[in-house]
């Protein structure tokens, strides 16, 4: 049987995983002046954070639903082949971040904001069996409660729901994958350093 040796270049790949990480974090950290305090300022960006609901000036108070996850959602799923065929870490980041909204932000967006929803209290982190209590329990994730909606910054802390963070971390984990799978070799075979990311 042949043996095949396949070098990759470490301090590239580093790199590249940096680059995609924050350009998913910079979809959180625009800049802010008076006019992007009230509103994102185009549908690109509003599509970056809730994937899907179609904002623009005239359908501000009348937003589709937003759908989670990678299967569900046509808008991630175009961004995330976008972002894989043309091996673009940048583009990457931005889907992932997409991707990640689509469950925070799952449902009619609220005067385009977080949605209302059912979210869970008394979800207790276990670090010594890195389980949710609730999970240790039996129970689906504490006791159902109505979010407050858009600025309820609790769809966000996977306390409240660790079942719908643990689906956004399968569904984040599928397309680094698929992104891997196709970029590992362009991205960080050898000579990679030379290379700048997203060509």
Known sequence: MEQKTYFIDLPACFRFATDTANANQACDDPPRDALTAWRTQNVTNYNLHFPGAAYSPSDFWDLNPVSAGLEQNALVRQMVREAVEDCNVSWMGEALHALQDSYAHEGKPDLGGHPKREIFE??????????????????????????????????????????????????????????????????????????????
């Open 122 to 199: 008394g979800a207790r982190w276990d670090p010594a069996t890195m389980l949710f209590a609730t999970e240790i329990e039996g129970d689906v994730g504490g006791t159902p409660v109505m979010s407050g909606g858009w600025s309820d910054k609790r769809l966000d802390d996977p306390r409240y729901d660790p079942h719908r963070h643990a689906d956004a971390l399968a569904d984040t984990l599928r397309a680094l994958k698929e992104f891997w799978g196709k970029c590992l070799c362009k991205l960080c075979g050898p000579g990679a350093s030379e290379r700048e990311s997203g060509e």
